[in-house]
């Protein structure tokens, strides 16, 4: 395992952040009826045609809400529906020139080799739509504490251009937009104007999120904390505010015991370090189901049990201290998609064991 800090180890603070109550503008379609229960983010246009036999599962993400009903974990009423994001909201990222030629149809065929993906007006729409979810998420997260999107996670993209299934990154778009909108007052209370407010990226994803690395490598506002695969794609990786790099075949009791739960490790020197030191008023969390034992491109070997123990124990680490976070689920690849589907919504079912046990 190799652990590499790029910037910033802060002193702790001891002073906890209270949630947000006064963010009222969302970006939202369809607000969720049911204001008990966890917030979850969907739209039936989170999915593209692809041609025949295409890799990528893009079935999954219906199926997702789909498995999250029929087990009676959310009901509709907690299903919020994110409007198409705006290209000016995009452009807070990536240039005028890529999303122009994005939104547009002028995108060469090396361009379109790189991402995986044939261009398409519905693969367009769709990549509006999931990041307009992921910024959805993170506003209802801002004013309840948590909240989930059924998608979300292309940690890949570049400002300039796509890569790997990745064609906007969901996770800067909402993280810049968050930092430089008037929309929604920081969370936390010694923040005193928007430009205050910080971002913190935890990213368990197999692959490194480089795209997101490179986004925010020179700004301090914002902190990059990526946990992956260190011989898994991208080949040649971006420099994180904090890179943790895991062997092939790392196992659950391997990763969550030296990475999340070995105190000389990450508990005490990390995760929990980060929150009191950087004092984020928003954590993104990307729940990459990829590093699974039978995932298609993982190359680990942690279980179903191992992934909800994961995100059980940095959700509850982070709502403990009265952080909002906001989770999307990330890779995650298997010609199986139903059993994949119900893999994606395990951060679902350990979110909301943690807005039950902590009464939110």
């Not at 190799?2 to 702790?12: D, F």
């Not at 504490?145 to 996670?153: D, I, M, N, Q, V």
């Not at 890179?243 to 990450?266: A, C, I, R």
Request: proline share 5%; aromatic share 8%; with cysteine.
């Amino acid at each position: 395992m190799k652990i590499s800090y790029m910037r910033r180890i802060l002193p702790s603070f001891s002073k906890k952040p209270a949630f947000a109550s006064t963010c009222r503008a969302f970006h939202a379609e369809k607000v969720g009826a049911d204001s008990r229960g966890l917030p979850v983010v969907h739209h039936s246009r989170y999915v593209c045609d692809l041609p025949p036999g295409h890799r990528f599962p893009m079935g999954k993400f219906p199926r997702v809400l789909h498995c999250l009903l029929k087990d009676q974990i959310v009901s509709e009423q907690q299903v919020w529906t994110p409007e198409l994001v705006s290209e000016e909201i995009l452009n807070c990222v990536h240039t005028t020139e890529y999303v122009k030629n994005f939104v547009s149809g002028k995108v060469e065929e090396k361009a379109q080799r790189r991402t995986g993906f044939p261009w398409s007006k519905g693969l367009v729409r769709r990549c509006r739509y999931e990041t307009g979810g992921t910024l959805l998420a993170a506003e209802v997260a801002l004013e309840r504490g948590l909240a989930c999107s059924t998608a979300g996670g292309t940690h890949h993209a570049f400002p300039d251009h796509g890569s790997g299934f990745c064609l906007i990154n969901d996770l800067a778009v909402t993280a810049r937009y968050l930092r430089n909108s008037s929309s929604c007052p920081s969370s936390s209370s010694s923040s005193s104007s928007t430009a205050g407010r910080k971002v913190l990226i935890v990213d368990l994803d197999v692959h490194q999120g480089d795209g997101t690395a490179f986004i925010f490598k020179d700004e301090p506002g914002v902190f990059t904390f990526s946990i992956h695969g260190e011989n898994n794609f991208p080949l040649h990786k971006q420099r994180s505010d904090l890179d943790v790099s895991l062997p092939d075949g790392t196992e659950d009791g391997q990763y969550l015991s030296t990475v999340l739960f070995n105190g000389m490790v990450l508990v005490e020197a990390h995760l929990p370090g980060l929150l009191d030191s950087f004092r984020p008023d928003l954590v993104l969390y990307d729940a990459g189901v990829d590093p699974h034992t039978e995932d298609d491109l993982g190359r680990l070997r942690l279980t179903d049990a191992g992934l909800y123990q994961r995100d059980l124990y940095v959700l509850k680490t982070v709502v403990a201290r009265g952080i909002p976070v906001a989770t999307v689920i990330g890779g995650g690849y298997a010609s199986d998609v139903d059993k994949l589907a119900v893999r994606h919504s395990i951060v679902h079912r350990a979110a909301t064991q943690v807005w039950k046990e902590c009464g939110m």
